[in-house]
């Protein structure tokens, strides 16, 4: 028998009690151990639960509990998660948590104080919700340079921008159906904005490439000016646009990362990823390009993650090693705009003729695109390759149109 | 310094050598472990290659070593693949495979006696070349009651398919090019005759549902019957012909498997597996449904996932437990026609509207397709959900129609 308790009993919490209980014969079969849940930490009360007795307001009396091996954190925040963590992990507990703003900000210290304690800190439910991913991650690096992970990481704006695709719903209208069904919360910012997408691609560059990528250092984008016209030029070329979590190794062993929404071709597997899923592109130097696809979020995917990191937990109540990174030095991460890519550009102007020479005399292989029903002023194209400071550059010093909107083109 | 040994220096095997050289720096400072090839089994001679002192045809030097802990089997074929591994293992080394068949033929027994030498038996190669799926599925198990999985198991199959399906190209003339490319062998029976997809069918089936089902027990059909009229039909129906390798657990824990090509819906994910890619499939309870996704083949995908577990043996030198089956009790796998299932059909019929006419009397709810530039004299349809049996022996009762083809539909 071994005890544990869960921080927490919103959405993943509650879930993880839930699958526990729904498969413990499964679970208990498998692997060989009875875990029972003997605290759940909530300000709330839940009189009518069938294991109410086991609530506690006091966080004390966990992190006190020598009988407590592993704590489930599915507070959210930082604060207290952070706090909390902190201390189960220094009273030798290891923590299993689905807190990706704790693991994205905190991430490197948390993974240096559970080692120095010999106990494990685990997050596969931070990313991808069930889908297992980081672990495939670490099997990948056994024997593999990963140079590149690109993601649909965010289930939310996913739901978005397909309903603008499929449907031709405005992006309004979108973020209104996903409020009502669910996938968006009240206030949708951090998915919209892009911050929930940037502190996975945090989580995933860091685990990638040993250094810890932190939210401040990524530059973030979120899908929140993509217009229907931005998807009719889109799909006249092919393409789908996605909110896309990018995290490359350059030369030298500079790290770039970035969160952006970008054409990407119909041709690639990442354009079929619609509605709430979620997918992860491994590329490595032996393996090639691996995808990693499912319910990117979800109550029992995510909280069947954290079991999963539980039973791990419980399975080896010392420390593994196989999840680490640590802080980089100085200008480790790369300046974005020094990245090589192609450029989306939607534009105004007075005389489409004049602004179409201008566009092939700055850019030299510039693809202008079209429209059916295309407003008489409006012009797009896509940009040839090269750093986005230059494409940026020359973009402003364009005099025959007035620039809307800039995305980013996967290659 | 961890000593290592290679049996068999073929594409794979070569591969592996490849990969421990050319990825020793991040190997070695990523896992802490120096690991060096000490032999390579081959009768060939390959005097030219820089580690051409390492090569030995005796196997009695390799087994007798004491320095050499892990043994990478590379052979392929049952012997003596077979007695080889058995004898290393008794011998208290630990073995990495790529060799599905010994997997799928004597899994069950290798992994007891492992287990009683206390060693590790590993095959992730074995299944989906370098994509992480063995591992994953453990993870996904750990928390989850997996009760199917649904994969896209042969790359040479889905390459001769996808030129069909995009390129109208013949089943003859796609399988010469995949000759061509390198993609299928001189004898390509093991592959289109569905045998490859079969042997990986099983090892899924037995690590996900913990009893080994063998290569006899489950029902296989290749691709040799599918003409570009069926193509064509599937296309009219919104769907393409994929080779399916499929397990599922039934009610009362008996296991369905089988193999066989199938229209499959575009709506599916797994309809836009195309080319050699490789895709499974798996279904829990808890976490929906997950896709991994990548090259099932070749060289160094393939070695990288026998080096990953080159690493995970050399980390772990005595048994861990993750990777576990046993020999089913009598009876449980289930008759493949007792299976609910649609069918696709296409028959030859002298009278088209009777035959019709007969197709809707026997089966509600069958749908008739049709095609541009249909033959006057044929005719295909799907049929409604029954047993594979039912349905058959229905259709034999058909008399105003010659039946041509049977298709499974994948629901």
Chains 1, 2 share one sequence.
């Not at 729904?22 to 079969?29: E, L, P, V």
């Not at 919360?185 to 929930?196: L, N, Y």
């Not at 993509?226 to 350059?250: F, P």
Request: charged residues 25%; hydrophobic residues 40%; contains cysteine.
């Amino acid at each position: 028998m071994v005890y544990i308790a869960v921080m927490g009993h919103g959405v993943v919490g509650s879930g993880v009690v839930e699958v526990l209980q729904q498969n413990h014969a499964g679970i208990t079969s498998r692997s060989k151990e009875d875990i029972r849940v003997k605290y759940i930490l909530d300000l709330r009360e839940f009189p009518d639960l069938p294991y109410a007795d086991r609530f506690t307001k006091d966080f004390e009396v966990i992190v006190g509990d020598p009988e407590v091996k592993v704590v489930v954190e599915t507070m959210g925040g930082l604060h207290p998660a952070y706090e909390y963590v902190k201390r189960c992990l220094r009273a030798g507990k290891s923590v299993a948590t689905s807190n990706k703003e704790l693991v994205a900000c905190k991430g490197a210290e948390l993974l240096r104080i559970a080692r120095d304690n010999n106990v494990n800190f685990l997050f596969e439910a931070s990313v991808g919700g069930g889908i297992p991913i980081l672990r495939p991650i670490s099997q990948c690096l056994a024997a593999n340079d990963i140079f590149e992970i690109v993601g649909i990481l965010n289930g939310t704006t996913n739901f978005i921008l397909t309903k603008m695709i499929r449907e031709q719903m405005s992006f309004a209208d979108a973020l209104t159906l996903a409020q009502e069904l669910g996938y968006a919360e009240r206030d949708p910012s951090a998915d919209i904005e892009g911050q929930d997408a940037c502190r996975k691609i945090c989580i995933l560059a860091s685990l990638a490439f040993g250094k810890h990528v932190y939210p401040e250092q990524v530059g973030t984008d979120g899908i929140t000016k993509i217009t229907l016209t931005d998807v009719e030029y889109a799909g006249s070329d092919n393409c789908v646009i996605k909110l896309i979590g990018r995290a490359k190794i350059l030369d030298g062993g500079h790290i770039f990362s970035a969160v952006y929404p970008a054409l990407v071709s119909r041709e690639s597997q990442l354009s079929s990823v619609d509605d709430v899923f979620n997918a992860v592109m491994v590329r490595g130097n032996a393996i090639g390009d691996v995808i990693f696809y499912g319910r990117g979020a979800g109550k029992l995917p995510t909280a069947s993650a954290v079991v999963a990191d539980v039973i791990d937990c419980v399975k080896h109540l010392s420390a593994r090693k196989y999840l680490f990174w640590e802080d980089g030095k100085e200008g480790y991460v790369s300046d974005p705009l020094e990245d090589n890519t192609r450029l989306y550009v939607r534009a105004k102007t007075e005389d489409k003729t004049a602004a179409a020479e201008e566009i092939r005399r700055t850019f030299e292989d510039a693809r202008i695109l079209s429209r059916p029903c295309e407003d008489r002023q409006e012009l797009a194209f896509i940009t040839p390759m090269s750093t986005e400071r230059t494409l940026r550059r020359e973009l402003a010093a364009l005099t025959s149109l007035r620039v809307e909107s800039i995305l980013h083109v996967l290659d």
